[in-house]
């Protein structure tokens, strides 16, 4: 156990569950802000409520694949689906290797010495778009949808991406890899690596899918959150993802018996820096609330 009784942090975020029950809260009660999703994206249980029938049949592809290829404008054959972002990157880690330029960086991506250089964009942890002159053979697009309201920036190589986080539905384990090799990429997958259920799913994600409009609400949320923030004297970093760091005293351990969770960046290793991801208009009304009484504390 953490101190205080609170749950030690997870390495990847949504820990809400952990948290609640080291503290005996209800989870159902937890805001988790440690988890970067779209925090307004369609309502997904009912989508899936309305599909349950296709749990009673083997997953097929194609059809997900043709809908996916023609929303990101790519070549089917240059597409393939995952199960979620993480099985993207270990499948083209397995074939490529390669490393990150610099640390910090996201911790699934490969750290060999040589090789393929991956990168995250906009960048994990900091938040901040790759201009034009960042160089990267394998791009993460895991938060562009968000932080740019277009699915991808088109570049040369290989990118993978997480539908999961777009549509704010990490249950359901979808992700993806471009690459004009992308049967190559993929070549170590398991049969069957995508539910039915998701696959049912995506065609009315898709449909429902508002990339701009969700970019400029996260835009203008990320910076209403940023200034309530500051108003209680946290230093904060905002860029274009969606989330903000906060330079604070341990504050994930402060906010969890308040019903909120963060991200503790030690992990990245920056100790003592907090990421919190961006809320809808609910959450930002319970962050208000929290941030008020810790300041009487």
């Not at 296709?54 to 990101?72: G, I, Q």
């Not at 740019?148 to 539908?163: E, K, N, Y």
């Not at 992990?267 to 009487?296: K, Q």
Request: hydrophobic share 45%; net charge negative.
């Amino acid at each position: 156990m953490a101190k205080h009784g609170i749950s030690p942090a997870g390495l990847h975020g949504g820990d809400a569950a952990a948290v609640a029950e080291s503290l005996g809260l209800d989870p159902a009660s937890m805001l988790d802000l440690s988890q970067n999703l779209n925090p307004f994206a369609p309502d997904v249980e009912q989508l899936v409520r309305e599909h349950a029938v296709a749990v009673r049949c083997y997953p097929s592809t194609d059809a997900a694949h043709r809908l996916l290829a023609e929303a990101l404008d790519v070549d089917v054959n240059r597409l393939r689906l995952t199960n979620g972002g993480s099985e993207a990157i270990a499948l083209v880690a397995r074939e490529i290797g390669g490393g990150v330029a610099r640390e910090p960086e996201f911790s699934l991506y490969p750290r060999g010495r040589d090789g393929p250089v991956w990168r995250s964009d906009p960048h994990s942890p900091g938040g901040s778009l790759a201009g034009a002159e960042v160089h990267a053979d394998v791009w993460d697009e895991a938060f562009y949808p968000l932080a740019t309201g277009r699915w991808s920036a088109a570049r040369p190589g290989v990118t993978v991406g997480s539908l999961t986080k777009t549509f704010a539905c990490p249950g359901l384990r979808l992700g993806y890899v471009i690459a004009d090799d992308a049967e190559r990429m993929t070549q170590n997958q398991q049969k069957w690596p995508i539910g039915s259920l998701a696959l049912a799913v995506l065609p009315e994600l898709l449909r429902q899918a508002d990339l701009i409009g969700w970019h400029v609400r996260i835009a203008q949320q990320r910076a209403t959150l940023a200034a309530l923030l500051e108003a209680y004297g946290w230093p904060v970093r905002a860029a274009d993802a969606p989330w903000v760091l906060v330079e604070a005293d341990d504050l994930r351990t402060r906010l969890a018996p308040l019903g909120i969770v963060v991200r503790d960046c030690a992990s990245f290793g920056m100790h003592g820096t907090f990421r919190i991801a961006v809320p809808n208009d609910d959450g930002l009304e319970a962050v208000a609330l929290a941030l008020e009484r810790l300041a009487h504390e």
